[in-house]
């Protein structure tokens, strides 16, 4: 059973950092890709950055780009989310996600061809 599971969310201010971690457990780590989708209430859920199974790819949200970081350590079978610059419209949840297909094929950057998904963190970013 694959599990992912979030956590280092939390309430900041404005021009904080904050980073996310995802541990996955129950498939081959390095032959998932990863990426992190984020639903403000009220609001769909939207996609933040997504990586590629090596880590030598990444994908960005034009929202988040050179704010946000997406990093894996295929060691420690966990992704990472560097948060930096919060601002209050990045106040959300924060799923991670995973799919076997490589972002070569697909549209990392498309919730819906995630197969795996975490519970999700709260971030919260306050003026």
């Known amino acids: 059973q694959v599990k992912l599971v979030e956590s280092g969310g939390g309430l900041v201010q404005a021009g904080d950092s904050l980073r996310l971690s995802c541990a996955v457990t129950?498939?081959?780590?390095?032959?998932?890709?990863l990426a992190w989708f984020r639903q403000a209430p009220g609001k769909e859920r939207e996609f933040v950055a997504a990586?590629?199974?090596?880590?030598?790819?990444?994908y960005y949200a034009d929202s988040v780009k050179g704010r946000f970081t997406i990093s894996r350590d295929n060691a420690k079978n966990t992704v990472y989310l560097q948060m930096n610059s919060l601002k209050p419209d990045d106040t959300a949840i924060y799923y991670c996600?995973?799919?076997?297909?490589?972002?070569?094929?697909?549209?990392?950057?498309?919730?819906?061809?995630?197969?795996?998904w975490g519970q999700g963190t709260q971030v919260t970013v306050s003026t």
């Open positions: 996600a995973g799919t076997s297909a490589s972002c070569r094929y697909i549209d990392c950057r498309r919730s819906e061809l995630h197969d795996y």
């Open positions: 990586i590629s199974w090596s880590g030598g790819t990444t």
């Open positions: 129950g498939r081959t780590f390095s032959s998932t890709s």
